[in-house]
C-alpha cells in the first residue's frame, strides 16, 4: 500500500508540470506579437496547393499564408517570418492542439472541427469538375452525366463521391481508394469520367496525356474550403483571421491567388469547359 501511495504521488507531481506548461502557453496572438514568427501547417507536394519550385515553396497554400504574413505586419507594426510545419491530413488537427503549427489552410469547416480548433473563412471554394478523354461523353451539365450507360469514377469517402450520388443516381459509380486510382480508371477506359474539385484534378490530368478534357459541372458544386487556428482562451487570433478571411474572398485576392496558382504549375485554365467561379 505504501508503495501504491508512493507511485500516486510520482504520477501527481510527473501530471502538474504538464499541465501547467499547457495552461501557461500564450495564446497565439501573444505568441505571434511577441516572436514575429507565424507557423502554417503544411502538406507537401502537393501541386497546386504546394510545392518546392527551384528550391522555394510555392503554391496556393504558401500565397495565401503570405497575405495573412502581410496583414499582421500591417496591423502589428512589425515584420512577420513565416516557417512551414511539414503535417499529414492525419495530424494535423493535433499539430494544431499542441501548439506545433499555429493555423491551417485548405480545410472544410465541419462540426467536430470546430470542437476541436477555431475554424476561420471561407478562403476560397472550388467547383467538382469531369476530367475526360476525348472521345469521352459530352455535356456541360449533371444532367449530361446522370445516365447509366456512363460509368463515374470518384475517390472514395470523399464529398465528391455524396455529389455523385446525389446528382448523378442514374450513373454506374466506381468509388476508388485515391485520386490517383480513379483517374487511371478513366485514362484505361474502364470508366467514362472523373468527378473530383478543380484542384486536384487540374494536376492529375497534365500527368495524363489521354485526358484532354475538363468540364466544370453545371449547376457549379462547391464547398467551401478555409482555415483553422489553435483554441485558446484569448480568441484574438482567430477574430483577426476570420476578419482578413472575409477581406481575402471578397476582396477577389483569393480568386487570384487560385489563378496564379494553377498557372504557376502550368494549367491552362483555358482547357476549362464552363464557366468557373472561387
Known amino acids: 500500500m505504501r508503495r501504491r501511495a508512493v507511485m500516486r504521488g510520482l504520477v501527481g507531481s510527473a501530471l502538474v508540470p504538464m499541465y501547467r506548461s499547457v495552461a501557461a502557453s500564450p495564446s497565439v496572438w501573444d505568441q505571434v506579437t511577441q516572436t514575429g514568427i507565424i507557423r502554417y501547417g503544411l502538406i507537401p507536394n502537393r501541386v ?48 494544431l492542439q499542441a501548439g506545433k503549427s499555429d493555423c491551417m489552410f485548405g480545410l472544410t469547416d465541419t462540426p467536430e472541427r470546430r470542437k476541436a480548433v477555431d475554424m476561420f473563412g471561407p478562403l476560397y471554394a472550388v467547383p467538382d469538375v469531369a476530367v475526360l478523354r476525348a472521345d469521352g461523353p459530352r455535356g456541360t ?15 472514395m469517402g470523399t464529398s465528391d463521391e455524396e455529389a455523385v450520388r446525389r446528382f448523378l443516381p442514374k450513373a454506374t459509380e466506381h ?20 468527378v473530383t474539385p478543380l484542384l486536384i484534378g487540374a494536376p492529375l490530368m497534365q500527368r495524363n496525356p489521354n485526358l ?10 462547391a464547398l467551401p474550403s478555409g482555415g483553422a487556428a489553435r483554441k485558446d482562451d484569448d480568441g484574438r487570433f482567430a477574430a483577426f483571421a476570420a476578419d482578413w478571411a472575409r477581406d481575402f474572398h ?10 496564379d496558382s494553377m498557372a504557376e504549375c502550368g494549367f491552362d485554365m483555358g482547357k476549362l469547359e464552363g464557366g468557373v467561379a472561387f
Not at 176 to 188: F, G, Y
Not at 250 to 259: M, P
Request: aromatic share 6%.
Open 141 to 155: 451539365t449533371w444532367e449530361d452525366f446522370n445516365r447509366p450507360e456512363v460509368t463515374v469514377s470518384v475517390t
Open 48 to 95: 497546386p496547393y504546394q510545392w518546392e519550385k527551384d528550391g522555394k515553396l510555392t503554391g496556393l497554400s504558401v500565397r495565401i499564408g503570405a497575405d495573412l504574413a502581410a496583414a499582421l505586419e500591417k496591423k502589428l507594426g512589425r515584420d512577420i517570418t513565416v516557417q512551414h510545419v511539414i503535417t499529414t491530413w492525419a495530424t494535423l488537427i493535433l499539430d
Open 250 to 259: 471578397q476582396s477577389g485576392r483569393s480568386r487570384q491567388a487560385v489563378i
Open 175 to 194: 468509388a476508388l481508394k485515391t485520386a490517383t486510382e480513379a483517374i487511371l480508371d478513366v485514362q484505361s477506359g474502364n470508366a467514362s469520367v472523373f
Open 212 to 221: 484532354s478534357r475538363m468540364v466544370v459541372l453545371q449547376p457549379p458544386y
